[in-house]
C-alpha cells in the first residue's frame, strides 16, 4: 500500500507542475519593413491641389485650449488645473488666444453678438440661469460641435468638473437664456 501511495504522489508531482521543467527562451524575432514607392499613374493618384497647411480657425484654437482642462474639477473662482468654474474656463480658453472677456458670466452674456439657437456653431457661447429663482444668468459654456440639429458644448459643471454635455439634455436645455458669437 505503501508503494503505491508513493508512486501516485510521485505521478502527482510531475503531472501538477511542482517538478519545474526546464525552458529556453529564444531571441526575439524582428521584422522589418521597406515602403514601396507609389506608382507614378496620373489617373490614379492625381496630384494634390492643397499643398498648403491647413490653418486652424481662432475659433478652433479657443476649443482645442478648453477642451485640454476636461476633467478638471470645479472650484468657484478657479482659474487653474487645480479647479476651474464655468466662466474661468471660457475666461482662459479665450485669453490664452487674445480675446479679452469679463471674467463673470452674466457680465460675458453682454458681449458680442446674441444669435439664434439655430444658427450656433463651434466656438459660440451659451448662457444658462440655473437657479430657479435665479434673476440674472449664472452659468456659461463653448459650443464644441454641432452635429444633427445637437449642440455639444463645453463647460465646468460643479458635480462633474469640466466636461462636454448635449443642450439636448434636459436641465441644459430647460435653464438655456441666450447664445452669442464673440468671434
Given amino acids: 500500500m505503501r508503494k503505491f501511495l508513493l508512486i501516485f504522489l510521485i505521478f502527482l508531482l510531475t503531472r501538477c507542475g511542482i517538478v519545474k521543467k526546464r525552458t ?27 499643398k498648403e497647411k491647413l490653418e486652424l ?7 482645442n485650449t478648453a477642451l485640454t482642462y476636461s476633467g478638471v ?13 464655468c466662466s474661468g474656463l471660457l475666461y482662459v ?18 458681449e458680442g453678438k ?7 456653431a463651434k466656438g459660440d457661447l451659451l448662457f444658462f440661469k440655473t437657479k430657479k429663482s435665479g434673476k440674472r444668468i449664472n452659468h456659461g459654456g463653448l459650443v464644441v460641435a454641432v452635429e444633427n440639429d445637437e449642440i455639444k458644448f463645453i463647460h465646468s459643471s460643479s458635480s462633474r468638473g469640466v466636461i462636454v454635455s448635449s443642450l439636448r439634455e434636459g436641465f441644459w436645455n430647460y435653464a438655456f437664456v441666450k447664445a452669442t458669437r464673440i468671434l
Fill in 73 to 85: 474639477r470645479y472650484r468657484y473662482g478657479g482659474t487653474t488645473r487645480k479647479g476651474m468654474d
Fill in 114 to 120: 446674441r444669435i439664434r439657437i439655430k444658427d450656433v
Fill in 93 to 110: 480658453s479665450f485669453a490664452e488666444h487674445n480675446v479679452a472677456l469679463p471674467r463673470v458670466s452674466y457680465e460675458m452674456a453682454t
Fill in 24 to 50: 529556453t527562451y529564444a531571441e526575439k524575432p524582428t521584422v522589418t519593413v521597406e515602403a514601396s514607392e507609389p506608382a507614378a499613374n496620373p489617373k490614379t493618384n492625381p496630384p494634390d491641389k492643397r
Fill in 57 to 63: 480657425t481662432k475659433a478652433d484654437k479657443v476649443l
